[in-house]
């Protein structure tokens, strides 16, 4: 798979180091210090993830994120200049996938990178034992070619974290799907305790857009202490 990394960010020795070692693991990579090169970027290049600085001279990152997720599907990582709470859950909110605080190590970014690389590739190919290539479950329809995911026949706006989650529970339907199971295979990174509550936000997420009653859920249910699960 040929490989393009859109990577965004004003401070030009760190967007350069970036690119040194993406390049260095064989990727291709359209830098630019600024968003408007970004956006026309966007439009006119093939590209497979995108890693965004949240804070940019002309725009900031999340103008770029939403502008992405109106008609792409690939990774976002957000780049955050402190440890704040908000703009992670913006991030998350508007479609990010994953996020690092800087100052962050380069191979920290880059184990993130071929963390998201290995689940877009994931649910992206049809090779697996169990997957199926359009899932239907009482009107909920995820086609895994097209990441559209549909709902009594209305479209959800699912990021590709979503779609990979509510995906993978619907190919393993029926079965408890445990949060350690569930982390490694969506986000393809080792398990920690903090892990679970990064799984309960997107859970939290997906639910509230296909307006799921919290208490009474009709889809994802959550198994406490062990999982999540959804009914055949």
Request: one cysteine or more.
């Amino acid at each position: 798979m040929s490989v393009r990394i859109l990577v965004v960010d004003d401070e030009k020795p760190l967007a350069d180091l970036i690119e040194i070692y993406l390049v260095n693991e064989g990727y291709s990579v359209a830098k630019f210090y600024h968003g408007q090169g970004a956006l026309e970027a966007i439009q006119d290049e093939e590209i497979t993830l995108a890693i965004l600085d949240v804070m940019l001279p002309d725009t900031d990152g999340f103008t770029i994120l939403r502008k992405i997720r109106e008609n792409h599907h690939f990774p976002v990582i957000m780049l955050t200049a402190k440890e704040e709470e908000m703009d992670k859950i913006t991030g998350l909110t508007f479609g990010a996938d994953d996020y690092i605080t800087k100052p962050f190590r380069p191979l920290e970014l880059i184990a993130r990178v071929k963390a998201q690389l290995r689940r877009f590739t994931l649910y992206n190919s049809h090779s697996g034992e169990k997957e199926e290539n359009i899932i239907s479950i009482r009107g909920l329809v995820l086609n895994s070619k097209t990441h559209e995911c549909m709902l009594n026949e209305k479209r959800l706006s699912l990021t590709p974290l979503e779609f990979s989650i509510l995906f993978y529970l619907s190919v393993h339907r029926g079965k408890v799907v445990s949060s350690e199971e569930l982390f490694q295979a969506v986000w393809g990174d080792a398990y920690f305790a903090s892990s679970s509550n990064t799984i309960m936000v997107h859970i939290r997420h997906i639910r509230e857009k296909m307006n799921e009653n919290r208490d009474h859920p009709k889809y994802i249910r959550t198994v406490w202490g062990v999982g999540y699960k959804i009914e055949e």
